[in-house]
């Protein structure tokens, strides 16, 4: 059976306006849930930005999204750091 996974982009405010910053994603495996961003490298790597969240202690919102969306969201950043490198 495959693991159940929650995607959440990382929304930030810049001059009033609302925007993807980031994505995360909360994998819940046998032995406890498993959280992680995604990297400039498209690598997902452990991260505690949804506990942070969860808890307060980030400046960032989190807004869950299916996985297409993730995907269209991985898709976008793909674009936007190959730009910028």
């Given at each position: 059976?495959?693991a159940q996974v929650q995607?959440?982009?990382?929304?930030t405010v810049?001059?009033?306006?609302?925007s993807a910053?980031?994505?995360?994603?909360?994998?819940?495996?046998a032995?406890?849930?498993?959280d992680?961003?995604l990297?400039?490298?498209?690598?997902?790597?452990?991260?505690?930005?949804?506990?942070?969240w969860?808890y307060?202690?980030?400046g960032?919102e989190?807004?869950?999204?299916?996985e297409?969306e993730a995907?269209?969201?991985t898709e976008a950043?793909q674009a936007r750091?190959?730009?910028?490198?």
């Amino acid at each position: 059976m495959a693991a159940q996974v929650q995607y959440y982009a990382i929304v930030t405010v810049i001059r009033g306006m609302r925007s993807a910053s980031g994505l995360a994603r909360r994998t819940f495996a046998a032995d406890g849930p498993v959280d992680e961003t995604l990297r400039r490298d498209l690598s997902w790597q452990p991260d505690s930005v949804i506990v942070e969240w969860e808890y307060g202690d980030v400046g960032a919102e989190l807004v869950r999204v299916s996985e297409d969306e993730a995907g269209r969201l991985t898709e976008a950043f793909q674009a936007r750091w190959r730009e910028s490198a």
